[in-house]
């Protein structure tokens, strides 16, 4: 049984930065690949950032490009999303998600994590 447990939400002002933590277990972690999916209130699921097994490739939702980083750290069994110049648009709650492709990352994902809140107001 795969478990994803996200931590490093909370309350940001505006321009500030957070870092989210992913913990994967149950399974060799580097077989996966993994994203971030954030849902906001009153809105669909949207893809924010995937990253392949290795790292080797990532991809971005247009209204993260240049503020947000995945990445990946097989050994430590984490995957991370570094986001700075945060919005007040940013808010919503961010799911970590695993599938055994990059191209199946997404909004159907097969392993999801419970989520942690991010709110980004003054």
């Known amino acids: 049984q795969v478990q994803l447990v996200e931590s490093g939400g909370g309350l940001v002002q505006p321009g500030g930065s957070l870092r989210l933590s992913c913990a994967v277990s149950?399974?060799?972690?580097?077989?996966?690949?993994m994203g971030w999916i954030r849902q906001s209130p009153g809105m669909e699921h949207e893809l924010v950032a995937a990253?392949?097994?290795?790292?080797?490739?990532?991809r971005y939702a247009d209204s993260v490009k240049g503020r947000f980083t995945i990445s990946k750290d097989n050994a430590k069994n984490v995957v991370y999303l570094q986001m700075h110049s945060l919005k007040p648009e940013d808010t919503a709650v961010y799911y970590c998600?695993?599938?055994?492709?990059?191209?199946?990352?997404?909004?159907?994902?097969?392993?999801w994590g419970q989520g942690t809140q991010v709110t980004v107001s003054s």
């Open positions: 149950g399974r060799t972690f580097s077989g996966y690949a």
């Open positions: 990253i392949s097994r290795f790292g080797a490739a990532t």
């Open positions: 998600a695993a599938d055994d492709t990059f191209s199946a990352i997404g909004t159907m994902s097969k392993y």
